[in-house]
């Protein structure tokens, strides 16, 4: 019998912060057992192993809005940090275990800082992700999650690092 030969999917999403420095930005990434404060339709996220930002940690995540096997069940993922690299402020994530229907699941976020060279400052945040095809979902409906997910998540951290700033 032949093996079907499965495509993963691929995908990027970016978005910039116009008043947020890269160096403001990293540590709220890096904040890797604290996602639910700044994403979207995501109701906890905690640490279950590990120290937070430390490669090889793992979060639990719950409540955000992706297909899971069909039952009214939360969505829910354990989330094990593979990579943090400080310099290049990118860190690597997959998934560990899940009932959303993510297999080989793996992901990268990163900022770079004034990327676009137009001297305003500020800084992009990148998303990437590979997964195996998800049933009952397309990859741009994928894509566009993320895309939305990221945007608001921009907008969650660039109030929190202005909200930061005045106390001080």
């Given amino acids: 019998m032949e093996q079907e030969l499965v495509q993963r999917w691929k995908g990027k999403v970016s978005t910039k912060l116009k008043n947020t420095t890269e160096h403001q930005a990293w540590p709220l990434i890096k904040d890797f057992f604290n996602l ?14 590990g120290s937070n930002g430390e490669p090889g940690c793992i979060r639990y995540c ?10 009214q069940e939360v969505s829910w993922s354990k989330e094990r940090l593979v990579a943090v690299d400080d310099v290049e402020r990118c860190l690597t994530y997959e998934i560990v275990d899940c ?4 297999e080989s699941y793996e992901s990268t976020m990163r900022i770079i800082g004034d990327a676009d060279g137009d ?20 990859l741009e409906d994928l894509v566009g999650k993320y895309r939305v997910g990221l945007q608001v998540m921009a907008r969650k951290m660039e109030e929190e690092i202005a909200t930061s700033v005045q106390r001080k």
């Fill in 36 to 49: 639910h404060k700044r994403f979207p339709n995501l109701a906890t996220c905690y640490g279950i192993h």
């Fill in 119 to 138: 001297g305003d400052g500020g800084c992009v945040i990148e998303w990437f992700f590979a997964v195996d095809p998800i049933e009952g979902l397309g």
């Fill in 62 to 71: 719950a409540g955000f809005s992706l297909p899971s096997d069909g039952s």
């Fill in 99 to 102: 009932n959303i229907g993510f």
